[in-house]
T-cell receptor
Framework: EDQVTQSPEALRLQEGESSSLNCSYT??????LFWYRQDPGKGPEFLFT???AGEEKEKERLKATLTKKESFLHITAPKPEDSATYLC???????????FGTGTRLQVFP | EPEVTQTPSHQVTQMGQEVILRCVPI?????FYWYRQILGQKVEFLVS????????KSEIFDDQFSVERPDGSNFTLKIRSTKLEDSAMYFC??????????FGPGTRLTVL
């Protein structure tokens, strides 16, 4: 069964304190892995798509990497406005649906 | 920047009533989706829609649910007889091809 596990469930960081969020997945043929940001009461906001092991994508303070079993979202020198829940989702071949993890709730304190 | 919009933002209904949730996908997109998120839980896939027909649906999407694209811009989700357990955030998403899905802000459905 295709599934996604994210860790940690929650993460508290001081402003400027870099860290990484993990997304482990099992899927019957990966079509794509997606990172989204979700603010409370809002819809998922797209961050990155990764398609193959070794691929990396970067945007401002965020960098996403992918291996055959997991993906990491690295946050460098975070700011309070980076506080949100970060969702990982996978899409298997021959399907359009996204399978989401439970997310990592990130809080960045000044 | 184009975005997916959804109305209403919050819908309160009585158990057993029918509700229709509305979405306007990004204008040139061809694939449309509904997901839901029960409070504190994962985002779950409900249904995908392409070329005026359902292309895939989950076990959650039973006979109480239906989707429609009544015109060139709207995409709707109907729940015929709501249950307490239907209370959730419902998200519409769209994409041009089977790539990155862009989500709307959601409709919070509360069934009393």
């Amino acid at each position: 069964e295709d599934q996604v596990t994210q860790s940690p469930e929650a993460l508290r960081l001081q402003e400027g304190e870099s860290s990484s969020l993990n997304c482990s997945y099992t899927v019957s043929g990966l079509r794509g892995l997606f990172w989204y940001r979700q603010d409370p009461g809002k819809g998922p906001e797209f961050l990155f798509t990764l398609y193959s092991a070794g691929e990396e994508k970067e945007k401002e303070r965020l960098k996403a990497t992918l291996t055959k079993k997991e993906s990491f979202l690295h946050i460098t020198a975070p700011k309070p406005e980076d506080s949100a829940t970060y969702l990982c989702a996978v899409q298997a071949r021959n399907t359009d649906k996204l399978i989401f993890g439970t997310g990592t709730r990130l809080q960045v304190f000044p | 920047e184009p975005e997916v919009t959804q109305t209403p933002s919050h819908q309160v209904t009585q158990m057993g009533q029918e509700v229709i949730l509305r979405c306007v996908p990004i204008s040139n997109h061809l694939y449309f989706y509904w997901y839901r998120q029960i409070l504190g839980q994962k985002v779950e896939f409900l249904v995908s829609f392409y070329n005026n027909e359902i292309s895939e649906k989950s076990e959650i999407f039973d006979d109480q649910f239906s989707v429609e694209r009544p015109d060139g811009s709207n995409f709707t989700l109907k729940i015929r007889s709501t249950k307490l357990e239907d209370s959730a955030m419902y998200f519409c998403a769209s994409n041009l091809a089977t790539d990155t899905q862009y989500f709307g802000p959601g409709t919070r459905l509360t069934v009393l």
